[in-house]
C-alpha cells in the first residue's frame, strides 16, 4: 500500500461516480411478506452521496472506542481512517485515547493510513478503551474546543445511548458536528441489524473451548464439560456456538429459563444423558439462569462502570452446583471441568468475514457523515447497509426467540429439554411476534423538523428523516 | 449426542408446532426499493410446514455428492441425515458413492447418524465425489429400482442442471419422488443466493496464502508475490479475500478486463508500485485474462468431464509473463513467487459460520422434501431461507458487477488501476441493471399445471409455483 | 494404510536387520564434560534388538493411561498398537478402559491399527484416564487372569510409582510379564529425560493465552494480564511460554519464591512496570507461590485421588490481591483480566514435533519389551532415545534450577527482579550441582541378580543391570 | 517491555555470576558409547564467559540475513540485538539490507530492542535478504569502512561458506572483528548441529498441505494426493512431516533412490495401494529423483545465483509421469491433486518451540562474539549450545542415512518399499558409518596459533581451538 497526495480524491470511485446511491433508496426492515402485507419500516440506504456535506480539507474527524474488547475493532478503526484518506482526502483525524473519558482527560493519538496499515492483524484497540467516563458536557466541549466536526463513536448499547445524548447536545449547541455510531457487540444483542461485527469470529473461536471441554469430558467416566461464554442478555454465542460444534449435551442461554431440581429438571437430564453415552458438555451463557444464582446468593443488584448488571460467574456456579448435587447423593462420580474462553475469544484479530463487514461498516458510517448525516449508527439489514437512527437500536435488545425456528434447531441438535411451561411459552411467543418492537406498518413517530434525529445539515435540499423516509 | 428411537418424533419441534412457516410467506429477491418501486419477484420461505406429505417410514432418501471439493460437504450431509432423523423419525438414508456415476456403477453407504456424527470436522465429502458420469435414465432406473423417493443432490452449476433433468424424468415416469437440490460452489457464482457454503472459509483460508505471498514478498528487493485463487467466471474468492486482507496490490477477476503491454496496462503498474514500496502482491482469480492466455497459447477450447472449460493454469502464465517482462527490458531484477492454494483451501472442514449456514441449507431441503415439494433448491435470499427452482439459479451466473460498489472499495483499497475503457464500463453498466437477469416485477412464464416445475404434489390443495406465487 | 498379515514381519526391518541397537550401547547422562570428567551414569540405549524375547503369536499386550490428559496420550497409544502389530506381528492388544482401576472394574477394549488409525488427530485418550484406583494385587490378579504379558503404563509421576510397585509384584508372583512405562508430564517434571512429550505443544498453545492477556492489558489503562499455567512443582511451561512470547512482563514459578508487599515485592514491580509500560502480562505456574497462598488461607493440606496437593487457585489469589492492593492504596485504578487456559491446552491433539517424539516413545518401549526388558521407561537421554530403570525417574522431580542460564536468559528477557536473598540463592545453587540427583561417577547401588530392576528376563546370556550396566 | 539503560548492565546475569561456563566446558559429538569407546571430537559449550573481549560502547555489531526464508529468521534478529542491547549494553547494531549485497550496495537499517519488538511475530525478515552477491573484498571494505566489529552472519551452507572467506580476509588484514555465524537451513541439511532453527515449524505447517492430500484423494476414486516439500539434498522435512502424519504412503526423499517402471517400482506400487485402499498420498522431497527427472529432460545442471543446483519441479514431474502411465494404461482412472506449499511454509512466523531455539542461538553467538570468539556458528549439540568452528558445518551436508532407524521408522510407517538393491545398501551402510565425516577420536589437524580458526583474539590469556580444544 502506498498513499497518494491526500488530497488528489482516489481516482477508484470516478469509475462509479454516474452509480451513486439514489437518495430514496431504503431497505424495508421485515422482508418476509404475504400477498397483502402493508409496507413496514424502511430504513436509508448507505453509501456515497453525489452532494457531498464537508469539504475534504475541514474535516477534523475523531474516533473512540468504548466498553469490551470485541474482534474487528481495529479494523473498523483502520477503515475509517482509510475510507477518509483515501475516498475523500480527508487527513486530519485523531483517535481519542482510552474511551469516553480520553475526550477530556487523555491526549489524542493522531491516525494516519500508515499508523493504521496492519492493525486489522491484531486484536484489541489500538486507541485503547474504557467502560464508563461519559460526561456530556465536557466531551460536547472537548469537540468544540479541538474544532472536530465528524465523531465516530465505536461501542455497544450503553455507548450509543452515550452518542445519541451527545448527539443532541450538539444540535443544541448548533454545532456543525456529525456524530455517526458503529454498533459493537460481541453478544450480538443490538436489535434492527443482521448482526455485529466480531460476531462470527466469536462463535468460531468458541469451537476451541467446546472441542476442549468434549476432549477432556469423553476421557474420563461421567465426565463433564462446562464451557462458559459471552451473553448477558442474549444467548446468540451460546446458540450459534452450539449449533456449529454439534458436540453440546446442553446450551442455557438467558432467554430460556431453567430449574435445576425435580422432575424435568437440569440435574435430571445430566444424569440421564451421563448414563446414556458417559459424558456430556454443556455451554452456558453468562447471562443464564441469573434468577436461580440470585436466589443462591440473596445479593443485591451490582452495578459496574458501563451500568451492566455485574454477574456473577454463572459458570463457576452451575459447575459447583452439579458437583454438590451429585457428591452429595452418592449417584455417580463424576468428573467436572469448567472453561472460561472469555478473554481468550475477546482479544483475537477478527477473521476475514468480519474484516470485510468491519470494512463495510466502516466506509458506511464515512459516507453517511460526509454526506451531512448524524445523529445515526451504520449497519447490515438484510443483507445491506444502511443508516439506522440511534433510537432504534438502543431502546430494545436483542434477543433469542426461544418459540423461533433457530432456538428449535438448536434443541433438536442437542435433544436437550425445553425446561419451558405453558406460561413461558406464551410470554416467548409475545416475545416473537415484535423481536424488535417494530410493528408492520408503523408509523414514524419523529418530528421532522430540519435538524432532528437522523437528518442532514443542510436538510431544505436533502431532506429527510432517515427512519420514516417522508 | 445420543439417538433416539427414530420413529418418536424429536420433541423439540412440538415446541414450535403452532409457528410452522405460512404456505404463503415469501420473500422478495430484490429489497433494496423507492417509493413506489414494483413487488417483484418472491420465493417461497423454507421451513416446516404443518402438512406433511411423506410418511416418516415410508421414507427412502439418498444423497449424492458431485463435482469439486467445497468446505462444507460433509456438514450437508450430516444435517440432512440427522434433520430426516432427528425431525421426521427417518432411518432409510443412503449414500451415493462417487457422484452421479454412483447411481448406477457402485455400491450405496447406508447413512445413519453414528456414521455422520463426526464428519463435519473433516474436510472433503465421506460419499466421495466425480464429475460428469451423468446418465439420465441409468440414475432414474437406479432410483426406481431401489424405492427411494427422496434424492438430495449437492453440487454445483452443471450438477443443479442434471438434477433438474432428473427432476422432469422423474415427473415424467410419474414417480412420486422429490428432487432437491443444494447449491454447491466454493466460487460464490450461483445466483439469486446471498452466498455459497463454503465461501466464508475459502476466504478466510485464502488468507494464509496471501500472507505467505506477502511475507516472500516483502523479504526480497523488489519482491512479488502472486497468488491464485479459486474463481472460474466469476472473481468473488478474490475480491473478498483482497479485501481481508489489505495486504494486495493488484486484484484481477474474470470480470475485469486488463492488458498487459503500454500505458494503464499491468506491467506499467508493477513497475510503479514496485517503485513505490519495493514490493506487491498479485491476487488473480484461475478465469482471469482468459482472452490473453488464450491468444498466447492459440490454443481451442477444451472441456473438463463436468464440461468446464478447462482451463490452464493463469497463475503460472502471468508469473512467467511478469518474469519475461522485467528480464527483457532489463528495467528491474525481480524476485516473483508463485502461490497456489487450491487444494488447500478446497479440502479444509468449514468453519463455524458456515457450519450452521450448511445446517440450515440441509435442514430447509429436509422440510422442502417432507412437505411434498420437489425440484427445487434451497437457498439463502436476503438473509432469509427459501426454495428457489432449479432454472432460476442455472439459467445465469453470479458474477462480480465491476460497477457497483463492492468493486470500487478493492480499487479504492488497492488503488490498482481498473484498466476499462468506456466500451468496458458501457457492457458492465448493462450487467449491474439485471445482475441476475431478473427484471423488477417480471412474469413467471412457467406454465402451473399441477407437477410443474417447483409445485408439490398434492398440488390440488396446496398449491403454488414456487416461482410467482400465483 | 493398508493392514497386512499381522504374521507376516514387515519387510521394513530386513532391511536394517544388520543395524540391530548393539548390546552395549549407552547413552551418558551428563554430557558436559571437562578434559578428566570422570565417566558417570550411562543408560541403554533403545531400539530392536537382533534376540527378541517374545514370540509375537504369544504376545498379549495391553496398554493404560493414568492422570491428566495430555497432547500425545492417544498417538502413544497408536504407536504403541501399531508398533507390536507392523514391526513384531503382534495382534492382541487390549486397551484398559479408565485407568488402573479398568483392570478389574471395567471392561477393556480391543485395539487394531484400524480402530487407532486417526486417534493421533484427536486430544484426549481414547481409552479414558483417572486419577488413583491403584490396587496393586487386583491388578496384577487382572493381568494374570486375562494372560497379559507386556503391560505398557503411561502416566506421571505417581503413575510410574505405581507401575514399579505393579513390576515388583509380577516378578514376586513370578510371571512373565514385561512392565513398561512411558512417562506422562505436561508439567515436564520427571528427571533425567530431556523433555515430556506434550511439552511442545503446551508450551505453543499457551502461547494464545498469553497473547490475548497482552491484547486485553494493552487496550486499558493500567492493564494487567494474568495467564495460569501449569506446573505444580516446577515451572517448564510458564518458563517457556515466557521465553517463547516475549510479550511476558513477569513470570512466576514454584522453584522461585517471592514476595508481594515491601521494597523489591511484587506489588512494587507491578506499579513501576505500569508506570513505564502502561500494562503488563504476568504468567503464574499453578504451583507458585504455595507457601505464601497457605499462609493467606491458613489452610491445611488436602490431597486429591492421585496423591497431589490440591493447591488452590493461585491465579485467582494473585488477581485477587493485585486489585485489593491497588484499590486499597487508591494509587492507581487498574483492569485485571484473569485467563485460565488449563484444559484447552491439555486436550488438544499434539503438534508435529510431539507425534514425532511420541511415536520414537512408543517403539521404543514396544522394542525393549519384545527384547524381554521390564521395569523401565522409555525416554530421551541427550537426544538419543534410552531405558531408563522406574527409579531413576520417580526418586525427584525434574525443576527449573534457578540459578541456571535457562531461567536467566528468562530474568533477563522480562526484566523482572529476581526475589533472592542470599539464603535462596545458597540453596538453589546447591540443587543446580545435582540437578537429578545423580552425581558423576555415581556408584549403581543396585543388586546385580537376574530378574532385578531393568534387568531381561533370560538375563545369564544377556544380562544387565540397565542403571550401571555393569 | 522497556528499555532500560543500555549502559547498565541487566541485574539478571549479576545472579549468576558465579556461574559462568567454564572454559574447558566441551560436548562431545558422538555421545553413543560402549564401555571403552575412545573420546572423540568435542565442541566447546557456549555461554556467558567472566572475561569479556569487548567493551559494550565500543562494540558496533551488525546483523545479515541470506538466502531463501525458514521460520525463525526475524526471531534471531531480535534476539541478537535484545540480548547485545539487555545482556551486554550495546546499542550500535545495524540491520544489513537484502543479503550479502547490501553491505556495498544499500542502506543500513538501526536496530533497536523498539525496532524489534514484535518482529518475532512475523514471518519473514524484516532486514530482507537475497541469494549470492557475495564479494569478499567489497564487503570487508565495508565493514572496515563503517567500524564494524561484530559481524552476525545467518544462512544456510553457502552463505556460511562466504562467512569463512570473510572471517579469513578479516583475519588476513589483522581487522579485530568477530565473525560470528547463525546456521540457517530449513532442509535441516547442516550437519554436525541437532537441528536447525525453522525445521518444527517447516514440520509442523506441512501437515496442513498433507492432510489437504488426504482429504483430495480420499474423496474420489483412485485419487492421488501428491504433496513436494522442501528438501534439495536431504529429505528431513519429508521424512518428518510423513512420521507426523500417518497418512502418507509414500514418501520419496533425495537420499533414496527409486524408479518408476518394472517390478517393484513405483508405478506398480502406486496401483497396489490404490488396488487396496482406493486412494494414496505422496509425499516427494523437492531434490528426489533427480537423476531420473535429469534423464528425462536431458538437460544440463543449471546454477542459480546461490550456486545450487536449479531443480526442475519434481513435483509436476511426477505427477505428469503417474498420469500418464495410467493414462497409457488405461488400468486406472486415477484423479490426481498436486500441492505446492513450499512458500506458504518458508513464510510463516515460528512456532514457540522455534522461538525459543532461536533465542538460544542468537545468545549463544553473542556471548560468543563478546567472549572474543570468532570464525564460529553457535550450533546445538546434543541438546546443549555450543561453538562450532565453520569448517566443521560446511564441509558436509547432513543427510538422512536410509539404513539407519529413522528411516526404518517411516518405511514401517507407509508400508512403502524400500525400492534398494544390495549395491545402494552397501554405500548406504558405508555413509551411516561416518554420517558427519568425523571420526571417532579423530585428531585436530588445525594449526593452533593464535588467531586461527575458531580461537580467541586475546589467545595468549584464553586459549583454545574450538575444534580440538587443545
Given at each position: 500500500m502506498t498513499y497518494p497526495n491526500p488530497l488528489r480524491f482516489n481516482p477508484a470511485y470516478s469509475v462509479v461516480k454516474q452509480y451513486f446511491?439514489?437518495?430514496d433508496d431504503s431497505v424495508p426492515q421485515?422482508?418476509?411478506?404475504?400477498?397483502?402485507s402493508p409496507r413496514g419500516v424502511h430504513f436509508r440506504r448507505a453509501g456515497p452521496r453525489q452532494k457531498v456535506y464537508f469539504n475534504s480539507d475541514e474535516v477534523h474527524a475523531c474516533i473512540v472506542t468504548c466498553g469490551g474488547l470485541c474482534p474487528g475493532l481495529n479494523t473498523v478503526i483502520r477503515e475509517i481512517v482509510c475510507g477518509l484518506y483515501h475516498?475523500?482526502?480527508?487527513?486530519k483525524i485523531l483517535g481519542i485515547d482510552g474511551g469516553y473519558r480520553g475526550f477530556y482527560s487523555k491526549n489524542t493519538i493522531p491516525l494516519t493510513p500508515k499508523v493504521v496499515n496492519d492493525i486489522h492483524k491484531r486484536g484489541g484497540t489500538i486507541i485503547g478503551t474504557s467502560r464508563g467516563g461519559h460526561d456530556t458536557s465536557k466531551i460536547v466541549d472537548s469537540i468544540q474546543d479541538r474544532g472536530i466536526n465528524q465523531v465516530y463513536i465505536i461501542g455497544g448499547d450503553g455507548t450509543q445511548k452515550g452518542a445519541a445524548v451527545i448527539y443532541e447536545e450538539v444540535r443544541r449547541r448548533g454545532l456543525k458536528v456529525a456524530v455517526a455510531g458503529i454498533p459493537k457487540t460481541i453478544d450480538n444483542d443490538i436489535p434492527v441489524i443482521d448482526k455485529s461485527f466480531g460476531f462470527d469470529t466469536a462463535v468460531e473461536e468458541a469451537q476451541r473451548a467446546i472441542n476442549a471441554a468434549h476432549v477432556e469430558a469423553e476421557s474420563t467416566e461421567n465426565g463433564v464439560g462446562v464451557v462458559k461464554l459471552m451473553?448477558?442478555?442474549?444467548?446468540f454465542i451460546a446458540m450459534y456456538a452450539t449449533l456449529a460444534s454439534r458436540d453440546v449435551d446442553l446450551c442455557l442461554i438467558p432467554e430460556s429459563p431453567f430449574y435445576l431440581e425435580g422432575e424435568g429438571g437440569l440435574f435430571e437430564f445430566v444424569e440421564k444423558r451421563l448414563k446414556e453415552s458417559g459424558h456430556m458438555v454443556i455451554v452456558i451463557a453468562e447471562g443464564a439462569g441469573q434468577e436461580l444464582l440470585a436466589e443462591s446468593l440473596q445479593s443485591a443488584d451490582q452495578k459496574d462502570a458501563s451500568g451492566n448488571k455485574l454477574l456473577r460467574d454463572v459458570g463457576l456456579w452451575i459447575s459447583h452446583k452439579i458437583k454438590e448435587h451429585f457428591a452429595k447423593n452418592h449417584k455417580m462420580d463424576i468428573t467436572l471441568k469448567y472453561i472460561d474462553p472469555t478473554y481468550m475469544i475477546r482479544a483475537i484479530p477478527s477473521n476475514a468475514s468480519d474484516n470485510v463487514y468491519c470494512t463495510l461498516l466502516a466506509q458506511s458510517a464515512v459516507h453517511g457523515a460526509m454526506a451531512g448525516y448524524t445523529g445515526f449508527t451504520s449497519g447490515l439489514v438484510n443483507g445491506r447497509q444502511t443508516y439506522i437512527p440511534f433510537n432504534r437500536i438502543t431502546e430494545k435488545q436483542n434477543m433469542v426467540?426461544?418459540?423461533d425456528r433457530m432456538w428449535a434447531r438448536l434443541l433438536s441438535s442437542t435433544?436437550?429439554?425445553?425446561?419451558?411451561g405453558p406460561k413461558d411459552l406464551a410470554e416467548a411467543k409475545k416475545q416473537e411476534e415484535h423481536p424488535t418492537g417494530l410493528l408492520d406498518g408503523e408509523n414514524c413517530k419523529e418530528d421532522h423538523q430540519p435538524g432532528h434525529v437522523g437528518t442532514m445539515f443542510n436538510s431544505s435540499a436533502l431532506l429527510g428523516c432517515l427512519n420514516c423516509m417522508q
Open positions: 446511491v439514489h437518495l421485515k422482508i418476509v411478506v404475504h400477498k397483502d475516498m475523500y482526502g480527508v487527513n451473553g448477558r442478555y442474549s444467548g426467540v426461544i418459540t435433544n436437550q429439554p425445553s425446561f419451558l
